[in-house]
C-alpha cells in the first residue's frame, strides 16, 4: 500500500485487530502515537516523527517525505499530528480497516449501551 507521498507500508493492521480485538488494537494505536510525539508538545511533529522514523523502519525517508507524511494526516493545518489525526491518518493508509471499521463502530456502540 503506498501513501500519496509514495511512501509503502505494509497493511498489517487487519492481522492486528484480528489478533488484539477492537479495544486492543485502538490501545496499540495510542501507544504508536505516543512513541512518535514530542513529548513537551503533545503531538507529532516534523522533527520528532524524523527523530523516530527509524522505529517503524523509515530511516531514509527524506525530510520531503516526511513532511508529507505530515501533510496527509494534518487536518487542522497546524503542522503537526494530534492523536485523532494520526488515528485518523492509520486507519486511512489501510485498506483492510476501513472496510472493517463500520463493523468495529458498531461494536463499540453496542458495548457502550
Known sequence: MASRSGVVFEDFFPAM?????????????CNGFRLLMDEKKGVITFESLKRNANLLGLQDMSDD?????????????????NEMEFCTLMFRL?????????KWLVEALVSEM
Open 65 to 81: 517525505e516526511v513532511m508529507c507524511m505530515l501533510r496527509e494526516g494534518d487536518l487542522d493545518g497546524d503542522g503537526a499530528l
Open 17 to 29: 485487530v484480528e489478533k488484539l480485538g477492537t479495544d486492543g488494537f485502538m490501545k496499540e494505536l
Open 94 to 102: 489501510s485498506p483492510g480497516l476501513m472496510r472493517s471499521s463500520r
